[in-house]
């Protein structure tokens, strides 16, 4: 469906990536991993054709549609949200129209054996697999069924898009995505503007999407349960991995530690050579002996190991001592401008220590509640009583904005700073990726993800005993979130954090509070377990709405082919299963082939690791000769397998078409 080609890319300086090969076909679940400014994101923009590489090409198949979502950057005005969705399936219309002409130009026909109307019998089976494809028999419960999976509310259907915010916008632009149905989806972090119920129905939408995905994420619970294959973008490089995120991380090290061995055995036999050649580089009896070692040095390819990538590392500094209690709200009461209540008589106590999340659906206060705590936000009615001698540090989901954009990364840290925190803000900075130079960069010229870093920095300098995080990893790559959710184990302070993030709220918190319907529900335990109890309510209400809203066919368009003969199907049928039947033996040919393949490649690497391969007992050179070599062979293998496999789906998908002709 899509190949790339030897694809290249750099900015400035740096590379990207250099010579990427990848193919994504059928129903493939790819993700696509690294630390932030790896090209994640310019690799997808690639794909879909919206930047030109410097060097290779990305083919798409004939009827390959690609379908994009950017991380942020879309504003839909102009239409209401139905009309705004609905119009993502203009070419819905255009099909059946086109379906309906091709049924009157065969009602017309009195030779049904010619090839005229054979090519109008394939041309209209095309047409009803698209249409069919598209949901077009549905469309208008499709389209509420997203929507309301993407959190809107039927009242929202008729407001104009200019009303929604930014967060809501990307859903819109989702909605719009899944209606169209795309062969392809490239999804640049789908899930960062989502509540976790909002989640969860992308997460089941997209493990029955019949299309191929390619994923940008960094919530390895989503990637874990939609992606079969990883490909990791590091320091240029491109590595794919045949299995998840946690399959990816387990390989890596394994990888790694191959790589570790392979390289040191050659150390030590590139020690021995020069030894050799140093200690007889000037006896003419040796002379050849030399040479010949010089030259076989010179053909060896050298391994080298990669440095790791630099990650955030840090620890708060202790929580300053406070009563028993953090805070407590007494019917508190929130709305803005005294009409629609957000939050209604919330009575609450946290506790010295406790470590706490709050989930509930967009919209339902969970923000509103931390600014209240924090002290950011007044309320209507009710109290707010701050614990004895507690310090409440607040991270936003717009801290960023609030840096001062003339100043640099340092000065923005200097101006929070004091006492002898104020000597080791360079250290400080340097464990959040600001390192050198970066320190005198204006906030103005950062990116998003570096805003969010410093602002997190910002807030660290400053001791505490309570943290009030909303959304802290949205911005976050993969290892600084490791990094800062040991660092929240760590801490013996309170804290409450607003976050979607399953894996990283689960190393951390032991009460959940979800705020829905203008209320509080507190619920004891991890947010695994929480998370279960939800999935079981919200599969449940899919059930019964699915039930509820079926739309039967319109008979209309489920017309067929009147003058098609039965003998006519089952001849056609049995054309494609001769042609099926040698694909499935070439397909069985092949899979043997990978399997001796990969069985010789495991013996060459339990070789190529062992002790005695660069003691001369073996030949160095034809050995890794020979290692390179059945790789490339068994990619080429894969290539091939790959192929026919698509050949295989296209003949099995004719045949399901004729049978459901023939019904």
Do not use: C
């Amino acid at each position: 469906m899509i190949s790339l080609n030897n694809i290249s890319m750099r900015y400035g300086s740096k590379v990207l990536f250099d010579n990427v090969s990848l193919r994504v076909a059928g129903k493939d679940r790819v993700s696509l991993v690294g630390s932030n400014g790896a090209g994640k994101s310019t690799l997808l923009k690639v794909i879909a054709g919206l930047i030109t590489s410097d060097a290779g090409e990305v083919a798409i198949s004939k009827h390959t549609t690609v379908g994009y979502l950017p991380q942020e950057g879309i504003h839909f005005l102009g239409k209401t949200l139905y009309d705004e969705v609905y119009s993502s399936a203009g070419d819905i219309n255009k099909i059946q129209e086109e379906m309906r002409q091709i049924e009157t130009e065969m009602g017309e026909f009195e030779d049904t054996a010619s090839d005229e109307f054979m090519d109008l019998i394939n041309e209209y089976g095309e047409l009803q697999e698209r249409f069919q494809m598209l949901d077009g028999f549905r469309l208008k419960s499709k389209i509420e069924k997203i929507l309301i999976g993407l959190g809107f509310f039927e009242s929202d259907f008729t407001r104009m898009t200019n009303e929604f915010s930014g967060g809501w916008q990307m859903r819109i632009a989702l909605a719009k995505l899944l209606l169209v149905n795309p062969s392809i989806l490239l999804l640049d972090e789908p899930t960062n503007h989502l509540d976790i119920e909002s989640l969860i129905w992308v997460e089941n939408y997209l493990m029955n999407y019949q299309g191929a995905i390619v994923l940008v994420s960094h919530d390895r619970s989503f990637l874990d349960n939609i992606t079969e294959r990883t490909v990791e973008i590091s320091l240029g490089n491109v590595t794919e991995y045949s299995g998840n995120y946690t399959f990816y991380k387990t390989e890596k090290e394994i990888r790694k530690e191959l790589q570790e061995n392979q390289f040191y055995n050659q150390q030590n036999y590139l020690r021995q050579q020069e030894k050799f050649i140093e200690r007889f580089r000037y006896k003419a009896s040796k002379a050849k002996a030399v040479q010949s070692r010089i030259k076989l040095l010179d053909k060896v390819d050298w391994i080298e190991i990669e440095d790791e990538e630099a990650t955030v590392s840090f620890n708060f500094p202790p929580a300053t001592h406070s009563g028993k209690t953090s805070i407590e709200l007494t019917r508190v009461t929130k709305s803005y401008d005294n009409v629609n209540n957000v939050l209604e008589n919330i009575d609450l106590i946290i506790g010295r220590g406790e470590k706490i999340v709050l989930f509930g659906v967009n919209g339902a206060g969970k923000s509103t509640l931390t600014r209240i705590i924090s002290g950011h936000e007044k309320i209507n009615s009710g109290e707010v009583k701050l614990g004895h001698l507690a310090e409440i540090k607040f991270y936003a989901q717009n801290q960023a904005e609030e840096l001062n954009p003339e100043l640099t990364v340092l000065e923005t840290m200097e101006q929070a700073a004091s006492g002898e925190i104020a000597k080791n803000l360079r250290t400080i900075l340097g464990s959040f990726l600001f390192r050198g130079d970066d320190v005198f960069k204006k906030v103005k010229v950062l990116s998003g993800g570096e805003k969010s870093r410093l602002a997190l920095a910002k807030m660290l300098i400053e001791p505490s005993n309570f943290l009030v995080l909303d959304e802290p990893t949205n911005h976050l790559d993969m290892r600084s979130k490791e990094v800062l959710m040991n660092a929240l184990k760590k801490y013996n302070g309170t804290v409450l954090i607003v976050s979607h993030d399953r894996e990283f709220i689960d190393g951390i918190v032991d009460k959940v509070i979800e705020v829905k319907n203008k209320k509080i529900k507190t619920f004891i335990g991890n947010a695994t377990e929480y998370l279960k109890e939800k999935e079981k309510e919200f599969l449940k209400g899919e059930t019964s709405r699915k039930k509820s809203s079926f739309e039967k066919p319109v008979s209309e368009s489920k017309s067929k082919p009147d003058r098609k003969s039965e003998k006519e199907n089952k001849s056609a049928r049995k054309e494609i299963n001769k042609k099926i039947e040698p694909v499935k033996k070439e397909i069985k040919t092949i899979e043997e082939s990978i399997a001796n393949l990969e069985s010789e490649i495991a013996k060459t690497e339990k070789i190529m690791i062992s002790e005695d391969f660069y003691k001369g007992n073996y030949n160095v050179v034809d050995v890794t000769n020979k290692y390179n070599s059945l790789k490339e062979k068994l990619k080429n293998v894969y290539s091939l397998w790959e192929k026919k496999t698509e050949i295989l789906n296209e003949l099995e998908n004719k045949l399901n078409n004729q049978t459901i002709n023939h019904e």
